[in-house]
């Protein structure tokens, strides 16, 4: 059986991995639009604030090394471009040579993640001006604070990556402003729980403004301020972490169901509306376990538990997949928050 894996990071991986555990006649390739496979996203933040001393670890395995482990074959920065079911092959094209080739399948897993939002805004990419998704986006940030030329940061966002790279820098002496559209940080908590986290971030000189937009990032070639909805804050640089969306757009006339916010539908087995297509990770949807209503829940955790389950019922099991809790945690100055279950406001 030919199972042909889009995607390299914790959810494809584990699935290819996994599967060659199950039944190691399996032939399992794994495509990855990447160079890197198998990194840890949840320790970029840490990287940043030196936490983590060398990029290395950040990476679990690299491409050899779990091609060794699995006997999985990995082949890097190849992006697929389009899934053809009636002929059970994907068209992909290979970055570093440029040419387009068609691979088949018997069986296929999409596991292509999402991607961070960069907002449509004036002077997104003016120098120091940063994201926070890849290794290498970590080793920018972290070149950057290492030169000196950073002071004052603005973060944009307040959900968990945005307070942990805020964390990160004001350790390092940073002056750090935190800003979100939203009337409150930590998407997902409740408000008492959000409003006791800005007080305290507060006194760590973590300065949170909420109901605050981002309009431009102003400055003749690197950062030099930002215009919001309420006022201007002085910044040498700006990380965007204003959500992340789905690698979802080649899909396009693939005939997979999406759901309204672009991630695919799966059912309890994680299988697609298409015969022997599946979908796990950050790309796809699962149910909440206690609502069983549609959940979006991009996290590691997820993509790995998704991943084992896929990859057994590509084998021949019928494991359904029981839903997501809603775990977080997060990691901040003095304090530690996390929550599990529904809150009052689900609830």
């Given at each position: 059986?030919?199972?042909?894996?889009?995607?390299?990071?914790?959810?494809?991986?584990?699935?290819?991995?996994?599967?060659?555990?199950?039944?190691?006649?399996?032939?399992?390739?794994?495509?990855?639009?990447?160079?890197?496979?198998?990194?840890?996203?949840?320790?970029?933040?840490?990287?940043?604030?030196?936490?983590?001393?060398?990029?290395?670890?950040?990476?679990?395995?690299?491409?050899?090394?779990?091609?060794?482990?699995?006997?999985?074959?990995?082949?890097?920065?190849?992006?697929?471009?389009?899934?053809?079911?009636?002929?059970?092959?994907?068209?992909?094209?290979?970055?570093?040579?440029?040419?387009?080739?068609?691979?088949?399948?018997?069986?296929?897993?999409?596991?292509?993640?999402?991607?961070?939002?960069?907002?449509?805004?004036?002077?997104?990419?003016?120098?120091?001006?940063?994201?926070?998704?890849?290794?290498?986006?970590?080793?920018?940030?972290?070149?950057?604070?290492?030169?000196?030329?950073?002071?004052?940061?603005?973060?944009?966002?307040?959900?968990?990556?945005?307070?942990?790279?805020?964390?990160?820098?004001?350790?390092?002496?940073?002056?750090?402003?935190?800003?979100?559209?939203?009337?409150h940080i930590l998407?997902?908590?409740?408000?008492?729980?959000?409003?006791?986290?800005?007080?305290?971030?507060?006194?760590?000189?973590?300065?949170?403004?909420?109901?605050?937009?981002?309009?431009?990032?102003?400055?003749?070639?690197?950062?030099?301020?930002?215009?919001?909805?309420?006022?201007?804050f002085k910044a040498?640089?700006?990380?965007?972490?204003?959500?992340?969306?789905?690698?979802?757009?080649?899909?396009?006339?693939?005939?997979?169901?999406?759901?309204?916010?672009?991630?695919?539908?799966?059912?309890e087995f994680l299988?697609?509306?298409?015969?022997?297509?599946?979908?796990?990770?950050?790309?796809?949807?699962?149910?909440?376990?206690?609502?069983?209503?549609?959940?979006?829940?991009?996290?590691?955790?997820?993509?790995?538990?998704?991943?084992?389950?896929?990859?057994?019922?590509?084998?021949?099991?019928?494991?359904?997949?029981?839903?997501?809790?809603?775990?977080?945690?997060?990691?901040?100055?003095?304090?530690?928050?996390?929550?599990?279950?529904?809150?009052?406001?689900?609830?």
């Open positions: 059986m030919r199972v042909l894996v889009i995607g390299g990071v914790a959810a494809g991986t584990k699935v290819a991995a996994k599967l060659k555990r199950e039944n190691r006649s399996c032939e399992v390739t794994i495509l990855t639009k990447s160079k890197d496979i198998s990194y840890a996203g949840c320790g970029l933040p840490y990287y940043v604030g030196k936490v983590i001393p060398e990029r290395s670890q950040l990476i679990v395995n690299t491409p050899e090394k779990f091609s060794d482990l699995t006997g999985v074959s990995v082949l890097t920065e190849v992006e697929v471009t389009k899934i053809n079911p009636l002929e059970k092959t994907v068209d992909a094209f290979d970055l570093k040579t440029k040419e387009t080739s068609k691979y088949e399948y018997d069986k296929l897993v999409i596991a292509t993640g999402a991607e961070a939002i960069t907002p449509p805004i004036d002077g997104v990419n003016l120098k120091n001006v940063f994201l926070l998704r890849t290794p290498d986006d970590a080793v920018a940030i972290r070149d950057a604070v290492e030169s000196g030329e950073i002071k004052r940061a603005v973060v944009v966002g307040g959900g968990y990556i945005g307070l942990e790279i805020a964390e990160n820098l004001a350790a390092q002496g940073i002056k750090i402003t935190v800003i979100d559209m939203a009337s998407p997902g908590f409740d408000e008492e729980f959000s409003e006791y986290v800005e007080n305290h971030l507060a006194e760590q000189r973590i300065v949170t403004f909420t109901d605050t937009k981002l309009e431009a990032i102003l400055g003749e070639e690197k950062v030099e301020k930002i215009q919001t909805s309420k006022r201007a040498d640089a700006v990380i965007l972490s204003v959500g992340i969306r789905a690698n979802t757009a080649f899909l396009a006339d693939s005939g997979i169901e999406l759901m309204p916010n672009k991630t695919i539908k799966v059912n299988q697609t509306n298409i015969e022997d297509i599946y979908a796990v990770g950050d790309c796809s949807t699962v149910i909440n376990r206690l609502t069983k209503e549609p959940a979006w829940s991009p996290m590691g955790s997820t993509a790995n538990i998704a991943g084992r389950v896929a990859a057994k019922n590509i084998a021949g099991a019928k494991v359904p997949y029981l839903g997501v809790m809603g775990t977080a945690v997060v990691k901040l100055p003095e304090l530690n928050a996390g929550r599990t279950g529904l809150t009052e406001t689900d609830a």
